[in-house]
């Protein structure tokens, strides 16, 4: 397929999923709106329809807590099948909670500054800038007030469906750590679409569950949340998301004539906080950092390359990840039997697994951030071989959910919308 007809293909996927406003992540596995796919989906369509765009930023806002929190999911009024439903959550009479919007109590990935960035960039508009600004502001402090109440610079997350990565080799230890009691009867939806063999496991959804409810019965108070949350972790993946969106936000304070002191506190605050606490010298890696038990996660996943993206790595930081790692066939690199970069965690990891969601598959997201992490860095070369290799994958397997690294075949939900936005971004802006 060549590069026009991919470009079309992409715009007809995001076409199917759109539901007014809004867009699905894929049609059966993922019925409602869900937090760092609008984002993304949003950079897609910043190309070609920069309204429909700002829709989506707006209907992920519609969601927002009055504290600031952006949730994962917005619930479709209408649509059964997936599991948590809105009532699960337990949310409503929650005070933060918008009247008339059904929602999760986590939040995801805050991409969303980043996207609203990429919209203005290609269609200049102060109007929706100066309405939606102090929305992305709101969210911001909130990650920084309640999630990082000691000031270090690192938001933590509270459960592993806040990392967007739920069954990423990265939570094994501490997932297996817990003894989960009185988990809440619960029946899973999201193995009737997807094969088993592609989705995280009864064990891990066990422990999803518990620590949801955990939340539940906090009633989201962050402060309960912190001092008892046995899943408590900075992870290097989110603070790199959330500092490069502090980047985008501080650009758009700087054009909007508000003040950037508070953005600038943050960004380095978390600079200092990758170097001094995620950095890992013996092993050249960004490491997630379990705060509960004080130690530092040492998994080796596709995360430990966000720091690129998000200018967060020195020089010879970023020339150890990419020559030690990125290039090393052992660990993220082709070789004989696996054929893509860049597979989700490292091959080397014991918990490795080439077909099931976060554990191992490529995914467009995981390529799309370290392509411009690359490019960021000065690997133009790496960075086209990479993006090529992603647009092949999507050219042959189609726009699946994420893909075996070993054979290229696609796996996970078929006709996903970030799949086709980003390869979209990649399509448009080259590098
Ligand atoms: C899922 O259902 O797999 C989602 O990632 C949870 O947010």
């Known amino acids: 397929m060549d590069d026009g007809a991919l470009l079309e293909a992409a715009r007809d996927v995001l076409a199917s999923n759109d539901v007014g406003g809004w867009t699905k992540p894929a049609s059966h596995q993922y019925p409602h709106q869900w937090n760092w796919d609008s984002a993304l989906i949003a950079i897609g369509l910043s190309w070609f329809d920069p309204d429909r765009a700002q829709a989506e930023v707006r209907s992920l806002l519609r969601g927002q807590w009055s504290d600031g929190m952006v949730p994962h999911i917005i619930y479709a009024p209408r649509s059964a099948g997936y599991f948590p439903p809105a009532e699960f959550w337990q949310t409503q009479g929650n005070r933060a909670v918008p009247a008339g919007v059904r929602t999760s109590g986590i939040t995801q990935p805050p991409i969303l500054a980043t996207a609203v960035r990429a919209i203005h960039q290609r269609a200049p508009d102060a109007g929706f800038l100066r309405e939606v600004y102090p929305s992305l502001l709101a969210w911001h402090r909130w990650l920084f007030r309640e999630r990082d109440p000691a000031g270090e610079g690192l938001a933590c997350i509270v459960h592993p469906w806040e990392s967007g990565m739920d069954n990423s080799v990265c939570w094994v230890g501490v997932l297996a750590a817990m003894d989960p009691i009185d988990v809440p009867p619960y029946r899973r939806g999201d193995t009737i679409h997807v094969g088993p063999d592609q989705r995280p496991t009864d064990t891990e959804y066990d422990r999803y569950v518990y620590l949801a409810d955990l939340l539940r019965k906090a009633e989201y108070d962050q402060t309960t949340v912190l001092a008892s949350s046995p899943f408590l972790v900075e992870d290097v993946l989110f603070n790199a998301i959330l500092q490069r969106a502090n980047e985008d936000l501080r650009a758009l304070a700087a054009e909007l004539g508000e003040p950037t002191e508070e953005v600038e506190g943050w960004l380095v605050r978390t600079k200092d906080a990758f170097r001094r606490k995620l950095w890992d010298e013996d092993r050249g890696l960004f490491l997630d950092y379990d705060v509960r038990s004080r130690r530092s996660i040492q998994e080796n996943s596709v995360?430990?390359?966000?720091?690129?993206?998000?200018?967060?790595a020195g020089e010879s930081e970023a020339r150890r990840l990419v020559g030690e790692h990125l290039l090393n066939p052992a660990e993220y690199a082709p070789e004989g039997g696996s054929r893509y970069f860049v597979p989700t965690a490292s091959k080397e990891s014991p918990h490795w697994d080439g077909r099931r969601y976060w554990r191992g598959p490529v995914w467009v997201n995981g390529n799309w951030l370290v392509i411009r992490g690359l490019q960021r860095y000065g690997y133009p070369e790496l960075a086209a071989q990479i993006?090529?290799?992603?647009?092949?994958?999507?050219?042959?397997?189609?726009?699946?959910?994420?893909?075996?690294?070993?054979?290229?075949?696609?796996?996970?939900?078929?006709?996903?919308?970030?799949?086709?936005?980003?390869?979209?971004?990649?399509?448009?802006?080259p590098g």
Request: aromatic content about 12%; charged content about 15%.
């Open 303 to 312: 995360g430990t390359f966000a720091p690129l993206y998000a200018g967060l």
């Open 387 to 429: 993006r090529s290799q992603t647009l092949e994958l999507v050219a042959t397997a189609g726009f699946r959910e994420h893909f075996d690294p070993g054979n290229g075949e696609g796996c996970g939900a078929s006709n996903f919308s970030w799949s086709a936005a980003l390869v979209i971004d990649l399509l448009m802006s």
